[in-house]
């Protein structure tokens, strides 16, 4: 149990300690996306009934925020260690890959939590309700925020050179979270796209998040929880069998 | 310095058999075969020494045992306890002191070796780290981040962190390599320290001297294989022998007697070789029968270094 409490004690202090680069930069940014967009598409029509579409964009961009981050707080820590050598010292102590695990995903999930919980606070500004449905909120946060921050193990585990890691996250992360309704919602899609869109997690994530702020959304949150909760279990599995075996961390 | 505090938590009781034991360890990388079916032991309380060319497998071997890598084949355990099976209790056991100089950027020393203590389940034990501190003349880098440190500075932060969890087995991989002389005596003094209270050491060195004078048995690896393996008296005395020094004056010749068995250094030195001591007189002896007089001479013990040059030369890849 301490094994399991000193490494995620570590994570989360990791990022404290650059807190300014993982925590206010990317911050500022979702501010600056709000603030941008609320004041350009403010004559947009409203997306749902009394949903004006800089509403819709603040659980959207929210979301991203946390996904983003979680996400790369697992895979940079990971390459990170690779790249310097220094995951010997991970390896070499008798943590189980359980405990590897949760300790990783757990930190990156504060930190997830950390930058989406001032996106929000600050969204206040701009939308000063509550959420609908508090507890559904929480439910598809911690859901999103494991999903990615196992995704971004996954690609630490991976990747072997920075490129690699930047390429899983231009190319498969960037796109699944920009195309999963952060901007739109997929009503406003071409059929076609709208069955495509269907194969991205992320947008039931994002989906379900915005059904806990505003009790509205394209899909019904039940079907959005199973479809996240279900790829979050597999993907988990998948790490720790990884994990177990040692691939690529363990020659 | 706090003498009262045990070094080491000792042994496994109850269980005497080796503190390291490699049965039939084979590794590949691709179809270069790194280690080929490796059998080695080491007893508890030993002093040992692995030594060998650079790219012998020395450090695949480490990794086997520390589980940073798989073996192909074969069982290797730590007292006993198998280093894939019963991972947790072997890795406890064993300290290990990478050749690679890592550290982690983002801490102190003294944060390194607390987050140390804790992956291996215990609570940061200050007055163990401070001794540890001390005792590799850390104390007063405590505070300073790693990135601060030079190299001799990270490689001893190394060795605290091996040792922060009081394993009963250190291993150690070149440990010296960038550690000047006065810091490599500091460390090795307190090594032997705890070797003495019982600690079992494995340590790769390209230093033999360091070797000799530590490590009570030594094995000697070669193209993933051992090729010699004894104790380090019975190496010294089968393989190397004591030899005699001496220069009659620039330019002059031995004589006849003496020239066949003679090896020609510079500066008009000679090294002949001795199977004892009494062969001096005869040699001294001849000298003086050719009217040549001595201008310098030394007689020199068998060193490893020279053992170790005959075996890798006797022996075929
Ligand atoms: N990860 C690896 N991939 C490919 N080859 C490796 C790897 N690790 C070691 N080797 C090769 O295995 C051989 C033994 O290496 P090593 O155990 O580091 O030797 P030593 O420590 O005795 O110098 C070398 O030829 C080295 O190039
Ligand atoms: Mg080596």
């Given at each position: ?18 807190s300014f680069q993982t925590l206010l930069a990317p911050l500022v940014s ?85 930058v989406?919980?001032c ?133 | ?317």
């Amino acid at each position: 149990m301490r094994g399991f409490t000193t490494l995620f004690g570590k994570e989360v202090l990791r990022f404290w300690k650059v807190s300014f680069q993982t925590l206010l930069a990317p911050l500022v940014s979702t501010l600056l996306y709000m603030l941008v967009f609320a004041q350009v598409l403010d004559h947009h029509a409203e997306v749902y009934p009394g949903v004006s579409y800089r509403e819709f964009l603040i659980p959207g961009l929210a979301m991203m925020a946390m996904l983003q981050n979680s996400f790369s707080n697992t895979s940079s820590s990971l390459i990170q260690s690779k790249l310097t050598g220094n995951i010997v010292f991970i390896l070499l102590p008798p943590l189980s890959p359980f405990e590897i695990f949760a300790a990783y995903v757990l930190a990156a999930m504060v930190r997830g939590f950390a930058v989406g919980g001032c996106v929000w606070l600050a969204s206040l500004i701009f939308f000063p309700h509550l959420p609908a449905h508090p507890l559904e909120l929480v439910i598809f946060a911690l859901l999103g925020n494991a999903l990615s921050a196992v995704l971004g193990l996954l690609a630490g585990i991976w990747s072997e050179k920075f490129d690699q890691l930047a390429a899983f996250q231009n190319f498969i992360i960037v796109p699944l979270t920009f195309l999963a309704g952060v901007f739109y919602s997929i009503h406003s899609l071409p059929p076609l796209w709208r069955d495509i869109s269907r194969f991205n997690p992320f947008l039931y994530m994002i989906d379900g998040f915005r059904h806990g702020f505003f009790g509205v959304s394209d899909i019904p949150p039940l079907e959005s929880f199973l479809i996240v909760g279900g790829c979050a279990f597999a993907l988990s599995c998948l790490s720790l069998s990884l994990l177990s075996r040692g691939w690529r961390l363990r020659s | 310095m706090i003498e009262s505090i045990p070094l080491s938590r000792m042994g496994r009781p109850g269980f005497d058999g080796a503190a390291i034991s490699i049965k039939g360890a084979k590794k590949s990388f691709g179809q270069f075969e790194a280690l080929k079916g490796l059998d080695l032991e080491v007893q508890q309380g030993e002093f040992f020494a692995l030594l060998g060319p650079n790219g012998a497998g020395k450090t695949t071997l480490i990794s086997l045992l520390a589980g940073l890598a798989r073996p192909d084949a074969g069982a290797l355990s730590v007292l006993g306890f198998d280093v894939g099976r019963d991972y947790r209790q072997a890795r406890r056991a064993v300290g290990v002191v990478p050749q690679e100089l890592v550290f982690d950027p983002f801490f102190t020393v003294r944060e390194t070796l607390s987050l140390q203590s804790g992956y291996f389940g215990i609570r940061p034990d200050s007055k163990w780290i401070d001794e540890l501190l001390e005792n590799l003349q850390l104390r007063d880098k405590a505070d300073s981040n790693m990135r601060a440190l030079s190299g001799g500075m990270k490689r001893r932060v190394l060795v605290a962190q091996a040792l922060v969890h009081r394993p009963s087995v250190l291993i150690l991989d070149e440990p010296t390599a960038g550690v000047d002389v006065e810091l490599r005596q500091t460390l090795w003094k307190f090594i032997r320290r705890l070797n003495e209270e019982g600690m079992t050491i494995l340590l790769t060195t390209h230093y033999l001297e360091e070797a000799q004078t530590l490590c009570n048995r030594v094995a000697m690896m070669k193209a993933g294989q051992v090729i010699a393996l004894d104790t380090t008296q019975n190496l010294l005395a089968d393989h190397s022998r004591p030899s005699l020094t001496l220069s009659v004056g620039q330019g002059k010749p031995l004589p006849d007697v003496l020239i066949q068995r003679a090896t020609s250094l510079p500066a008009g030195r000679f090294r002949l070789g001795l199977e004892n001591f009494a062969e001096v007189e005869q040699i001294l002896a001849a000298c003086r029968t050719a009217g040549l007089e001595i201008k310098e001479l030394e007689v020199g013990q068998a060193d490893l270094e020279e053992v170790f040059v005959r075996i890798m030369k006797d022996t075929p890849r």
